[in-house]
Each structure stands twice: as structure tokens, then as C-alpha cells.
């Protein structure tokens, strides 16, 4: 060695994507090789899409039922649940990072900064493409149609993307405030209320009373329900209004908090 | 280079605010010149991390200055962090991730060419002995093997100045003894290291120059056969029954300084050198104390530290504990 440092390329646009898409690999290949803490995310909306199709079959013959089966009606909402769910444990990865030690590792090297976080919110949308493959594969299976076809699935995929940017943009501003991979988790059922306040699990024509109207103005029954569209509805552009348009607003907001955090928690530094 | 890779002025980093503030950096001044290996000794908590997280950017000054390898660390961060390696304490490894996985992702994170990465980290990989645990992921390897694997990560980009905190802490002798080997073998090739260590034996051992850090100020500095030298007298440690402890400490105090020692022992700096052993245990024998134990020890740098701050380093836990910087844990 001749102990003389070797001076890196200045940052530019081009090192802060390498960088962003290195950290992001890193992440997946993170989230692949823990099977054990990625399989709630499948096994759970599975489950309760069975439990649902078991239970309230004959739901779907009544009239204004928005979908030709129960299993179709229960899709996205499964998607959406699995999404969210892995989007979380990507966040918590996060935290570990930080609790650990990786993650000042990462700050002691010239890394761009924001590809720390950018990096693990290109993971959560890998990671929920592959949740939407696998989803729609299993349900179609059983019998679940997409309705309007490739550009569906198209539709869909990209939501269950949008959606996990959203997710993780969120809870990766709070694993980077707490430090705490408990603190990502026990967030979660927060995000899991909201959820069951929406139409996620039921018609919002069939609800009553302050459920619907929680629901209602719950923008995850608007997301649903665009994704409920892709699966049940003929093609309309109220489907990608709804089931892009909206996670991509909140999005932006997230994404913005995620950094937020990043930049404050570097500044108390 | 011209100037020392590492000078810090009056370096100061608190915690907290109002009565709550922790001075765990208080006025540090510094040198480490080129080609030094440099020992920070210190018990946990004197702020001896903190110091090296303030040095390699991790945290920023509360007051005062410091350079490394020329670049100032709150104003040109970036260009000190290209310029240093770093192996943090606790060897934070993501354990998913294989050890080439992980030198691959270093490399980029330098922006080493892809050809140049591979060759080196091929390199660095036998260097610390780790070619055949390569492709295994870093959560089956052993303390000894992150630890090797955490130093060759800190060298891939070739720094100039290394900054190892606590590098041995855990290890077993073995593991211990490899890594000094090698930091060695890196200081020969003209690297500068900064070693924190809270074993005696590594400062001695390994530094050409140490100081020693109490209560986030430094108390002595310089090379350790000085230090130990201007200690002066060697060190008589008696063990006696309790109920003699006082008549023996008048004894003791007859033959020179009454030094600190660990509970349950007594020491006596012997001005009249080693000769004086015969006279304190004839004295002692006629004051009708009984010696259970005797040793007679050379000055070390324990009785540097000890001389320095009033109490012995091994076992000690400085009360300049700083509360935790983050999520994570506090600096030490």
C-alpha cells in the first residue's frame, strides 16, 4: 500500500444513482435472504383472503356487489395489506441499520446521503412488484380474473409500488427519528387500523353509520377501491386516478418526511 | 502531505444542554504525525470514541478545531472521509451480507473502478486471511474474522490515516495478537493509525506515542518508556489482612509515595528502587503486620494512568459517561 488516499470522483448526479441502486440492492438481497421475516407478508394476506372467500362467498350475489366474486373482491385488498406489511419490515431493516452500527458505517464513507433512504424505498417497490406477481399468481390459481387484462396488471403493479414507496417513506422517517427497530414495528398497527377502516375487507355500500363514514374519507378505501377497479371494472380512467394518482401525492409527502428525518437526525450529529 | 495527518485545537463535543451537559470532549489538543501508530488510552467513557467520532466526522464539534489528513473535519467532511478508513467499534457488519458482497459495496461507495475493486479486494481479502470465508455471509463468521473482515473494509480505498477504535475489544488472544500483526504490517507501509484501546498492553505494545484520555481531557501524552520512565519508582503491592491495612500504610508511607491500587491492596512508589524491598518487609514483620501477598512491578503504563488521574485503569469506568447520541448508543 502506498498509504497515498485515493480521492473518488467528485459526487455527481451519476454516483448519487449508483450509490442509491448499490444501497437498494443491498436491501432486497436483505430482505430475501430473512424468509422468515418476509413470509408474514405473505402468509397473513393470504390467510385472511381465504378466511374471507370461506366466510362471506355468497356476499358477492348481492346486488351492487363490485366484483364477480369474493375472491376477486378480496385481491387488491390482500395486495394492499402485504405491501404495506413488507414496506414496514423494509423500514425496520432500516432502524437495525441504525441500532446496529451499519448505518454509521455508511455515514463515515463519502455515500450520498439521500441514496441511504432513497436506496431502501427502491427496495420496498422491488420487493412489492414481486408481492404483486406472486399475489395475483396465487389468486388467479383459484379462480380470480383481471378484468381488464395486461393493462391491469400493469395498473395494479404499479399501485402495489406506489403504495410501498408511500409505506416505506413513512416508516423509514420514523426508523431514522427512533433508532428502533421496535418502534418501526409498533407503528404498524396504526397503519393495519387504517386499513381495516377502508374498504378493504368490505364494500363501502354495505357499511352504515360512522364505519362508512370513516371509511369514506379514508384515502386507503379510495386506493382499494381503484385497485378493486383494475380486478372487477371495465377500463376507466377514475381506476388510475384513484389507484395512482392518490399514493403518489401521499408519496411525496412521505418521501419528503423520510428525508426530513434523515437531514435533522445528521444535523444533531 | 506537509502538516500532521491528524491536529486537533481545544477540541471540545458536549451532549444535552443547561444542567444536563455532559462535556464528553473537553479541550482535547492533539497531534498524531505522519507514519505514527498513536494510542488513545482511556476507560470506557473518557472519551476516547467520541474524540474518534468527532475526528472522522460522525459528529461534529461542539468548539474548537481539528484537521485530518489536511481537511477540516466540519468544513470539508467529505474530503476527510475519502481520506480516512475507519473500523468503528463493535465491527458493525451487516451479518445478511457476505464479506466480498460487502467489500464490492465499500468500493462503490469510494467510487473505485469495478476492474481495480475486484483486484483489491481480492487483495485485502488474503491479506486478513478471510479468501476461503469469502462467499459466506458475515453473520457465520467469528468475532476475530468481523474484525479482521472490518479492517479490510476500512482499507479499501488505501487511506492515509486509519482511525481503529478499540479494534481488540472482545477478541481472544489469538485474534488479538493477528490484528496487531497487522496493524503493524499497515503502520510499515506508511499508514498512520489512531488506535483507541482500554488494554494497557495494546497501547504498549503497539504505539510509538499514546495519551491518555480522563473525563474527555488529556492527562499525559508522550511515548510510552518516557511515561513509564517519569513514573519513576517501581511499585510495591502488599496484600495484608484488613484489620493491619492502616499500620501497614504508615509502614509503606516510609518508603515512598503511597500509590493507587486495586481493593484490598496496598502501594508504595519505593523512592530507594528495588533495594528497598528488604527494609519494608523487615519494618512491616516488626509493626506486626502480616504480608499475604508481595509483588514488586516495574512502572507501567497503570502507574502512568494512575499517577495521572488517582486511580488504576483496569476495572475502571470513568464517571464522564456521555448519554446516548441517537438511536444508537453513547459515545464512550
Redesign the interface.
Given at each position: 500500500?502506498?498509504?497515498?488516499?485515493?480521492?473518488?470522483?467528485p459526487?455527481s448526479l451519476t454516483?448519487a444513482i449508483?450509490?442509491t441502486f448499490?444501497?437498494m440492492q443491498?436491501s432486497v438481497?436483505?430482505r430475501l435472504?430473512?424468509p422468515a421475516a418476509l413470509a408474514p407478508s405473505f402468509i397473513f394476506p393470504l390467510f385472511f383472503a381465504a378466511l374471507g372467500s370461506a366466510s362471506f362467498q355468497r356476499m358477492s350475489k348481492l346486488p351492487d356487489f363490485p366484483a364477480t366474486s369474493f375472491l376477486n373482491y378480496t385481491a387488491a385488498g390482500a395486495i394492499v395489506q402485504g405491501v404495506l406489511f413488507a414496506a414496514t419490515s423494509s423500514a425496520g431493516d432500516l432502524?437495525t441499520?441504525?441500532?446496529?452500527?451499519?448505518?454509521?458505517?455508511?455515514?463515515?464513507?463519502?455515500?450520498t446521503r439521500t441514496a441511504i433512504v432513497i436506496g431502501r424505498l427502491g427496495s420496498a417497490m422491488v420487493v412489492a412488484v414481486a408481492q404483486v406477481f406472486v399475489f395475483l399468481g396465487i389468486f388467479m390459481a383459484f379462480g380470480a380474473r383481471i378484468e381488464t387484462g395486461i393493462v391491469g396488471f400493469i395498473g395494479l403493479t404499479v399501485s402495489g409500488a406506489l403504495l410501498a414507496l408511500t409505506m416505506s417513506g413513512l416508516m423509514s422517517g420514523i426508523a431514522i427519528r427512533?433508532?428502533?427497530p421496535e418502534v418501526v414495528q409498533g407503528s404498524f398497527p396504526m397503519v393495519f387500523a387504517l386499513l381495516f377502516l377502508s374498504s378493504s375487507f368490505f364494500p363501502r355500500q354495505y357499511m352504515t353509520g360512522w364505519y362508512k363514514t370513516v371509511a369514506s374519507w379514508n384515502p386507503m378505501s379510495h386506493v382499494v377501491e381503484g385497485m378493486q377497479g383494475f380486478m372487477n371494472q371495465p377500463l376507466d380512467v377514475d381506476m388510475f386516478l384513484r389507484a395512482w394518482l392518490i399514493p403518489l401525492g401521499i408519496s411525496i409527502v412521505s418521501i419528503m418526511f423520510g428525508l426530513r428525518a434523515l437531514s435533522n437526525?445528521l444535523a444533531?450529529? | 502531505m506537509t502538516s500532521a495527518p491528524i491536529i486537533a485545537r481545544g477540541l471540545v463535543r458536549h451532549f444535552g444542554s443547561g444542567d444536563n451537559t455532559v462535556r464528553a470532549v473537553d479541550g482535547v489538543d492533539l497531534q498524531v504525525n505522519q507514519g505514527e501508530i498513536f494510542g488513545f488510552l482511556g476507560p470506557n467513557g473518557a472519551g476516547k470514541s467520541t474524540t474518534v467520532r468527532v475526528l472522522?466526522?460522525?459528529?461534529?464539534p461542539s468548539a474548537g478545531s481539528a484537521t485530518v489528513?489536511g481537511f477540516d473535519v466540519a468544513s470539508q467532511a467529505?474530503q476527510v472521509?475519502?481520506?480516512?478508513g475507519?473500523a468503528?467499534q463493535?465491527a458493525?457488519?451487516?451479518p445478511?451480507?457476505t464479506g466480498r458482497?460487502l467489500l464490492d459495496?465499500?468500493s462503490?461507495?469510494?467510487?473505485?473502478p469495478r476492474d481495480r475493486a475486484q483486484k483489491r479486494g481480492e487483495e485485502l481479502l488474503e491479506r486478513v486471511g478471510l479468501t476461503a470465508a469469502a462467499d459466506r455471509?458475515v453473520g457465520t463468521y467469528s468475532g476475530g474474522m468481523r474484525r479482521r473482515l472490518d479492517l479490510a473494509?476500512s482499507?479499501v480505498?488505501?487511506?492515509?490515516v486509519l482511525f481503529l477504535d478499540e479494534p481488540t475489544t472482545g477478541l481472544d488472544p489469538m485474534s488479538r495478537l493477528t490484528l496487531w500483526e497487522e496493524v503493524r504490517r499497515?503502520n510499515r507501509?506508511?499508514?498512520?493509525v489512531l488506535l483507541t484501546t482500554q488494554y494497557l498492553e495494546e497501547a504498549d505494545q503497539l504505539a510509538d506515542r499514546i495519551a491518555i484520555i480522563d473525563h474527555g481531557k488529556i492527562v499525559r501524552e508522550g511515548v510510552p518508556r518516557d511515561l513509564k520512565s517519569a513514573v519513576g519508582a517501581p511499585t510495591l503491592l502488599i496484600d495484608v489482612d484488613a484489620s493491619h491495612t492502616e499500620t501497614a500504610r504508615s509502614v509503606l508511607a516510609r518508603f515512598g509515595d503511597l500509590r493507587p491500587t486495586s481493593e484490598g491492596t496496598l502501594g508504595v512508589g519505593l523512592t530507594q528502587g528495588a533495594e528497598a524491598v528488604a527494609g519494608v518487609i523487615r519494618s512491616l514483620d516488626e509493626a506486626g503486620v502480616h504480608v499475604r501477598h508481595l509483588e514488586l512491578n516495574e512502572p507501567s503504563l497503570d502507574d502512568v494512568f494512575a499517577e495521572a488521574t488517582g486511580y488504576r485503569l483496569e476495572g475502571a469506568e470513568s464517571k464522564a459517561e456521555a448519554p446516548p447520541?441517537?438511536?444508537?448508543?453513547g459515545p464512550r
Open positions: 500500500m502506498t498509504a497515498v488516499a485515493h480521492v473518488a470522483p459526487r454516483t449508483h450509490h448499490r444501497l443491498r438481497l436483505g435472504r430473512q432502524a441499520d441504525i441500532e446496529q452500527g451499519f448505518f454509521e458505517r455508511l455515514l463515515v464513507s463519502p455515500v427512533s433508532g428502533s437526525r444533531a450529529q | 472522522t466526522t460522525l459528529l461534529k489528513a467529505d472521509r475519502r481520506s480516512i475507519v468503528l463493535d458493525a457488519i451487516d445478511l451480507m458482497e459495496l465499500q462503490v461507495l469510494y467510487g473505485i455471509r473494509l482499507l480505498h488505501e487511506p492515509s499497515l507501509e506508511g499508514t498512520t447520541a441517537g438511536g444508537r448508543r
